[in-house]
């Protein structure tokens, strides 16, 4: 018996340590770039994400709705919370991924969307993602890619999850007007100049 108890003892103190270990390697990471059926889209076909949430963050009103949002006045940006396996793909390529798939250059508008709300903007929970958010940034002013960034690096606060109807919007209504005009193009020239981060399928 005591045999035994030592063994299932050994046994779930593995079990455990294994599954916090397998849990940790798991990350969030949350960027806004116009339209988030566009953003979630194109970080759901990137290597080592797990899957893409739609939501608000950055702004002062709480549990805001998609229409309080689209005024502009609450301050959020349409977000999408990024959850990915650090052992496939870092915090860094991320970055490579957000900057390779929107014009950071153009002031709270991307492509046919204007406002704060679809204002470029890396939202960093810790440190060490605000300085790698940070390095990138002047990696791209220094090399001459966009004559400016308007991208804002602000502190994570409330992420709001998007009404149901939003999350994999794109890939529920290919036939949407504004799907098949602005996001499937967004997608596909994401595609094209980033072919070493799509996932295999």
Request: with cysteine; glycine share 4%.
């Amino acid at each position: 018996m005591i045999k035994y108890t030592l063994f299932f003892s050994i046994f779930l103190s593995t079990s455990i340590s294994f599954a916090q270990k397998s849990k940790s390697k798991y990350k969030d990471a949350y960027f806004a770039s116009g339209c988030f059926w566009c953003v979630e889209a194109i970080f759901e076909t990137v290597k080592g994400v797990d899957y893409a949430e739609s939501g608000y963050t950055g702004g002062s009103t709480k549990n805001p709705s998609y229409e309080a949002i689209c005024t502009g006045k609450t301050g959020h940006a349409e977000t999408v919370k990024v959850h990915y396996d650090t052992t496939v793909i870092s915090y860094k390529e991320l970055l490579r991924v957000f900057f390779n798939s929107h014009d950071p250059s153009t002031l709270n508008k991307q492509g046919p969307d204007s406002g704060t709300q679809y204002r470029s903007a890396i939202f960093y929970s810790n440190s060490y993602e605000k300085t790698l958010a940070t390095d990138y940034i002047k990696k791209l002013k220094k090399e001459g890619k966009f004559k400016t960034i308007t991208t804002q690096i602000e502190a994570l606060t409330t992420f709001y999850k998007a009404e149901v109807y939003h999350q994999d919007f794109e890939k529920n209504n290919p036939d949407n007007p504004y799907v098949k005009s602005v996001s499937h193009p967004r997608l596909n020239a994401f595609k094209k100049k980033s072919k070493e981060l799509l996932k295999n399928k």
